[in-house]
């Protein structure tokens, strides 16, 4: 059973950092895609970046420059750095993971399972 436990949300001021973590179960080489998604209250659930390898990363234009996606397959845990928030990044984030491969030309449609999230609030 795969199993995606989050951590790391928390409450910061504009243009401060938080990394999130994502613990994985099994075996994380085993998941072709990993990723982050973002759900605001009212807004529907988007795609914020995803990785396949430490070379295949795709993020969404929002956040292009201001977050870093990685993974340790070695630890099972998924990353996602996020520098310079913006109060427009407050949202619920949740890791994903899927065994197939990551598209190359979207962020969605690709999630098998999911975790429960971790909330982020960025005050102005």
């Known amino acids: 059973q795969v199993q995606l436990v989050e951590s790391g949300g928390g409450s910061v001021q504009a243009g401060g950092s938080l990394r999130l973590s994502c613990k994985a179960s099994g075996y994380m080489w085993s998941y072709g895609c990993m990723g982050w998604f973002r759900q605001a209250p009212g807004k529907e659930r988007e795609g914020v970046a995803s990785?396949?390898?430490?070379?295949?990363?795709n993020y969404a234009d929002s956040v292009k420059g201001r977050f870093t996606i990685s993974r340790d397959n070695a630890k099972n845990i998924l990353y996602l750095q996020m520098n310079g928030l913006k109060p427009e990044d407050t949202a619920m984030y949740y890791c994903?993971?899927?065994?197939?491969?990551?598209?190359?030309?979207?962020?969605?449609?690709?999630?098998?399972?999911w975790g429960q999230g971790t909330q982020v609030t960025v005050s102005s």
């Open positions: 990785i396949r390898t430490v070379d295949r990363t």
């Open positions: 994903a993971a899927a065994f197939g491969f990551c598209p190359t030309t979207s962020l969605t449609g690709w999630a098998n399972y």
